[in-house]
């Protein structure tokens, strides 16, 4: 790397910590390191929110790189169901209406503290365990792509310089999610998201004006005969990936809807729930321009590394690859690498950026979630009173570095390399049963609080032991157990493999959970829950959590009904709601014929997919994507104003810090009248779908 590219990331970082400097002084009370107070926009929640670690862009480009676009194709089949999820603001919106700042919180005001403590802390090892080895991959990850060395000298002594990088990374994300907690991680994510969406849009206009699409679709083409890369009906073999892998998957989909709480602080910090839900719709856009680079760097190296009429521009990378003896490392950093022989002098500088700020966005969020659900849902409901504000900012602080030290020593320790998805998969295992306590909890007045133990408990048991078995089948379990019972036919007859795959695995750990939680409702002692008091309305509504857009009611059998377009909005949010609509389902209309077509019928070639790829990928997201990334920085940049402007004249309330009072209930009741009646004028669309 030049130095120019050296300055960029010097200056990134700069601005950062003066960021954070500049907004630790808003930080007076715990609400405020919490969720910002609830006080955050939504174009400020779309673009810090929207992005995931180094990672994330490293996963996204190892598939592309291996699968090429078909996987692209058959993600399409779930574009109702998120449609649904985002218009509606399925549980994101009631969630919201809680006003808890934790998800364990809104457990505790449905259930019990007893349940809150169990729930909480289930999430918390679910969620540490799967932190642990973030450290440990993006610090490999930056070692390869800046080209740092593995070890150095200093003082006579040789040091590795895996740890240090940790160290470095690990400390600035702490530095963040301690000074300010919530509002500085929104606010420095809001500066690296805004970063990101315009170097995404350069690095897309720079492969575009170098490479040819004709060059892209030719490297496609190098792909081994049924295995295609462009064609999804010729893609090879999909054991696994059958009707039901996709079914489950849609199931699995709305099911953990609000389920991850890797991003807790995010989930509580909408100004209110209407401007939660309006996040989750304008995100369809923010991702276009993204979407689209994500695509085009990984398809851009499979050509430039495959075919002989780019073998000069390749020897450097494919020099650079050889380099790395770990197999699972060198395909991980096989397009990292191409790009880093690619960009000129810069731009370099400025994805080297991206990679920095996605490490330090991903750490921050995650540490300051685990951080301080173990405080509030953990150790809170075991002491059983409030703590005074300042020691209770002590504490979460403490909690934090703590979890950095535990990330950092994990990491040390277990540098996971082999089966990284496996890994995240058992780990989230562990919280498989929060789904269905989520859901009955918000829409069903009649669920138990004994329901809900036994959901979690069962959901999450039989998750997590599924996938371990299957894991330890082949290598241990297997030859243990026919040692045991050595006429076991059904085992020999599977020794290779676990003849139940992961996503039955998981349908089952739903379905008995889900069952479970119905049943057990039903058949224990009738219980009707105050489903009004719980999500603030009527005489229960707060008044800063209401919001009226166009008053006049419309029946659920209109369009507007059934997309979830409620009096709470204005005219100009139901254009972007319904272009949303129409955008999304104009796409899976397409998907449905093609795969009809496809199907039944050889009518659909490679350069008939070859084109139609080029004409979703290239002139609705350049033109679109472009557009979006203006208008969507804009708004975000009004809401981080907006946000310090509220922040300096909002009164602190030193009673919302996470605790529930003797009825449940975390706010006061409200009996002005107006209030109420603007609030009955609201619930109507808010009784079933939010």
């Given at each position: ?24 002084r808003y930080v007076r009370g715990v609400a405020d390191f919490l969720a910002a107070n609830r006080l955050a ?382 890994y995240f998969a058992l780990t989230g295992a562990i919280f498989v049963g929060a789904g269905a306590v989520i ?252």
């Amino acid at each position: 790397m030049h130095w120019i590219d050296w300055a960029i990331i010097v200056v990134l970082l700069g601005a950062l910590i003066s960021v954070t400097i500049y907004a630790r002084r808003y930080v007076r009370g715990v609400a405020d390191f919490l969720a910002a107070n609830r006080l955050a926009g939504r174009y400020l929640l779309t673009v810090s929110s929207g992005f995931g670690g180094a990672i994330t862009i490293v996963g996204a480009w190892e598939l592309v790189y291996s699968a090429g676009l078909p996987t692209q194709w058959w993600m399409m089949m779930y574009l109702p169901l998120t449609l649904i999820i985002s218009l509606t603001g399925f549980v994101i919106y009631r969630y919201r209406r809680t006003r808890a700042l934790t998800l364990a919180q809104f457990f505790e005001m449905r259930y019990s503290r007893k349940f809150r403590f169990f729930a909480g802390m289930l999430c918390w090892l679910s969620g540490i365990f799967n932190y642990g080895v973030f450290p440990a991959v993006t610090a490999r990850f930056v070692i390869y792509f800046f080209g740092l060395p593995q070890s150095f000298e200093l003082f006579g002594l040789q040091f590795s310089m895996y740890p240090l990088v940790m160290i470095i990374y690990l400390s600035l994300a702490v530095y963040i999610a301690c000074t300010g907690g919530q509002i500085c991680i929104m606010i420095t994510d809001f500066l690296q998201g805004i970063m990101m969406m315009a170097i995404f849009l350069a690095i897309m206009f720079f492969l575009l004006a170098k490479f040819r699409w004709a060059d892209l679709v030719a490297g496609l083409e190098c792909a081994p005969v049924g295995k295609s890369m462009l064609n999804p009906f010729k893609a090879g073999d999909t054991e696994g990936f059958d009707v039901w892998y996709f079914l489950i998957g849609l199931l699995g989909t709305l099911y953990s809807t609000g389920s991850w709480q890797g991003n807790s602080g995010y989930n509580a910090a909408a100004k209110t729930p209407h401007e939660a839900v309006m996040a989750n719709i304008i995100g369809t856009w923010r991702t276009l321009a993204q979407a689209l680079c994500m695509l085009l760097i990984p398809l851009a190296a499979f050509a430039i590394l495959h075919l002989p009429a780019f073998a000069g521009l390749a020897a450097p990378s494919h020099a650079k690859l050889a380099q790395i003896g770990d197999a699972t490392l060198r395909t991980q950093m096989t397009v990292p690498l191409f790009l880093a022989h690619m960009l000129p002098v810069g731009m370099m500088g400025l994805f080297a950026a991206i990679i920095v700020a996605c490490a330090i966005s991903c750490d921050d969020t995650y540490l300051h979630s685990w951080g301080t659900i173990f405080i509030q849902d953990v150790v809170l409901p075991l002491r059983g009173r409030p703590l005074p504000p300042q020691v209770h900012l002590r504490w979460l602080r403490t909690s934090i570095i703590g979890v950095a030290i535990f990330g950092f020593t994990f990491s040390m320790l277990f540098p996971l390399k082999d089966f990284i998805y496996m890994y995240f998969a058992l780990t989230g295992a562990i919280f498989v049963g929060a789904g269905a306590v989520i859901i009955g909890g918000l829409y069903w007045k009649r669920g138990t609080t004994p329901a809900a133990w036994t959901a979690m408990s069962c959901g999450s048991f039989l998750a997590f032991s599924g996938l371990l078995v299957q894991r330890i089948w082949d290598p241990w379990l297997a030859p243990k157990l026919l040692q045991l019972f050595p006429d076991w036919s059904w085992v020999r007859l599977h020794m290779d493999k676990f003849p139940i795959n992961g996503q039955f695995i998981y349908l089952g750990a739903v379905i008995v959970s889900a069952s479970t939680y119905i049943l057990i409702s039903l058949l224990g002692p009738r219980r009707i829950y105050n489903m009004d008091k719980l999500l603030h309305r009527g005489k229960y509504a707060i008044k800063d959590d209401m919001v009226i857009g166009e008053p006049e009611r419309r029946s659920r059998r209109t369009l507007a009904g059934i997309i979830g377009i409620t009096a709470e909005f204005t005219r100009t949010e139901r254009l972007i709601a319904y272009a949303t609509f129409f955008w999304s389902m104009s796409w899976w209309a397409i998907f449905v014929v093609g795969t009809i077509l496809g199907l039944t019928t050889d009518w659909i070639t490679d350069a008939v997919w070859a084109e139609f790829w080029w004409w979703k990928l290239v002139p609705f997201s350049v033109v679109l994507g472009t557009l979006c990334t203006v208008w969507i920085m804009i708004g975000g940049i009004r809401d981080a104003v907006r946000l310090f402007r509220d922040l300096r004249v909002e009164r602190v309330d030193t009673h919302d810090d996470g605790t529930v009072n003797e009825h449940g209930s975390v706010d006061a009741d409200n009996d002005d009248p107006v209030v109420a009646a603007a609030a009955d004028q609201l619930t109507f669309s808010d009784t079933d779908m939010a």
